[in-house]
């Protein structure tokens, strides 16, 4: 399984950027599809998650601006960013985890660049 993320780029403050995860095959079972960011000298954390419920979850420093939703038509999982803020500025990546029944798969993208002026 591969994962492509596309959509970064440089955008002003208060811009908005949708961020799509491409994902190569079907997946028969999917645990968590998650978007992480990672800001420059900054560990990776974990900003959105879609679950395989249905439920959604974000990290509370992007709730109300950050949306995570699945396409399974396109095959992708995408992350619509509004109102964004320099803070945001990093690299995305996309994340899925594959249900396995007694363990778990993770996949990792590339990540796409995010960067935000003021």
């Known amino acids: 399984v591969q994962l492509v993320e596309s959509g970064g780029g440089l955008v002003q403050a208060g811009g908005s950027l949708r961020l799509s995860c491409a994902i190569s095959?079907?997946?028969?079972?999917?645990?968590?599809m998650e978007w992480y960011r990672q800001a420059p000298g900054k560990e990776r954390e974990r900003v959105a998650v879609?679950?395989?419920?249905?439920?959604?979850n974000n990290v509370e420093s992007v709730t109300g601006r950050f949306t995570i939703s699945r396409d399974n038509a396109k095959n992708t999982v995408d992350l619509q960013i509004n109102n964004l803020k320099p803070e945001d500025t990093g690299v995305y990546y996309c994340?899925?985890?594959?249900?396995?029944?007694?363990?778990?798969?993770?996949?990792w993208g590339q990540g796409t660049q995010v960067t935000v002026s003021s």
């Open positions: 994340h899925i985890v594959e249900d396995l029944g007694d363990w778990t798969q993770g996949y």
């Open positions: 095959e079907t997946i028969p079972k999917i645990d968590e």
């Open positions: 879609l679950n395989s419920r249905d439920i959604r």
